[in-house]
């Protein structure tokens, strides 16, 4: 019995030994850690502050680089002034920033240019039918600000050829542009089925067109919405059809330098205040009366009536009223520009707002 009542008590000093040991390895650890290691000290946010804003203000001018001639997105009328989607959005964010829509200079921009352009400050920013993809944000020293048009890539051919899909374009020469994301998707499409072809290409779209107009090629390969505006301009128009494969995903919309974060957030949020504009029913013609007379904070926040959302970004506190009275909402810009009410009578497809039905993609992210 004694043997068994000693094994207990070494036994028993044996643990409250090992839990001491611990206790001290604990408190020793404690003791070891850095002082600023367990504190969390409140930081605060860096100043909102944009040196292009600094320059556009001071010079009383926005530079907006846009496309040297495509109807229905930027192009010049017969009284030599700039008309289109593009142009139009180059024109709102002059009266958001500037308070005037006429305080803006386009400047005609190649695809080999155009990113040049903004590294070197020679615009401002950069709305001209250029897709968001990884390898420009990387490599160009650009940044997206969000998207205005989901477009895609297709194929416009002859009627006379009697085409319903460009499975069918087998041993085909394709006019594409050089320099752009057509090129590289139309060979991936291609080579992913297996289909022989021969590229044509050439230096810009107008180049593309007038080549397919004169039947060196039979098919050009572009964004779907700049093959509707080159129909446009072709001979007979309804002699040409756009085939029903979109070969790729274009989601097009404003570029900036890199390095300005702040200007980056006010191109984005004057882009998806005219797109939050449609979606609460404000218009060119209404947006007076929607300021005076509407409760939705909502509404009152996106006219300036609520808080000080304008001057977080360094404009007016009816920045975006401003915007909607010169242009109109992005549904208003849509139709007259591209949509219903213009030539190309583009459908909304995609660029439909997210609550219609069908529902599409356009999504103003929430002033507040």
């Known amino acids: 019995m004694r043997t068994g009542g000693n094994r207990i008590r070494t036994t028993a ?7 001491a040991l611990a206790a001290c390895d604990r408190g020793a650890r404690e003791d070891d850690t850095p002082e600023d290691a367990a504190v969390t000290t409140p930081t605060e946010a860096p100043e909102f502050a944009s040196a292009t804003l600094r320059a556009v203000k001071r010079r009383g001018r926005l530079n907006c680089g846009v496309h040297e001639g495509l109807v229905g997105f930027a192009y010049t009328d017969n009284r030599g002034q700039w008309r289109g989607f593009d142009a139009d959005f180059c024109r709102a964010l002059a009266a958001a920033v500037l308070g005037d829509a006429n305080a803006v200079r386009f400047v005609p921009l190649t695809t080999s240019q155009r ?6 400050g020679r615009v401002d920013v950069l709305w001209r039918e250029t897709s ?7 490599e160009e020293g650009v940044r997206f600000a969000g998207i205005n048009y989901y477009d895609g890539q297709g194929f416009l051919v002859r009627r006379s050829l009697n085409l319903s899909s460009a499975a069918e374009l087998n041993g085909a020469r394709i ?3 050089r320099a752009s994301t057509s090129e590289p998707n139309v060979a991936d499409w291609f080579r992913a089925r297996g289909i022989a072809y021969t590229p044509v290409v050439t230096q810009n779209e107008e180049a593309a067109r007038e080549a397919y107009a004169r039947e060196d090629c039979d098919a050009f390969s572009a964004d779907i919405s700049a093959l509707a505006a080159a129909r446009t301009l072709l001979a007979a128009p309804d002699q040409h059809a756009i085939l029903p494969e979109v070969i790729s995903k274009e989601p097009l919309g404003p570029a900036v330098k890199r390095g300005d974060e702040a200007w980056t957030s006010i191109v984005r949020w004057t882009l998806n205040g005219l797109i939050l504009a449609e ?12 300021a005076d007379e509407s409760r939705d904070p909502a509404v009152r926040r996106l006219l300036g009536e609520e808080g000080e959302f304008g001057p977080m970004l360094g404009l007016s506190k009816t920045w975006m009223r401003t915007a909607i009275e010169a242009e109109g909402n992005y549904g208003e810009i849509f139709a007259r520009n591209v949509g219903a009410d213009s030539p190309l009578d583009l459908a909304r497809g995609l660029n439909a707002q997210w609550n219609q039905r069908p529902a599409g993609l356009i999504y103003g992210l929430p002033i507040r």
């Open 13 to 19: 000093l044996a643990l409250i030994a090992t839990m």
């Open 115 to 120: 990113f040049d352009a903004l590294r070197s």
């Open 132 to 138: 968001w993809t990884l390898s420009r944000e990387a």
């Open 175 to 177: 006019c594409v542009q």
């Open 279 to 290: 979606e609460l029913g404000v218009t060119r013609q209404n947006v007076a009366q929607m």
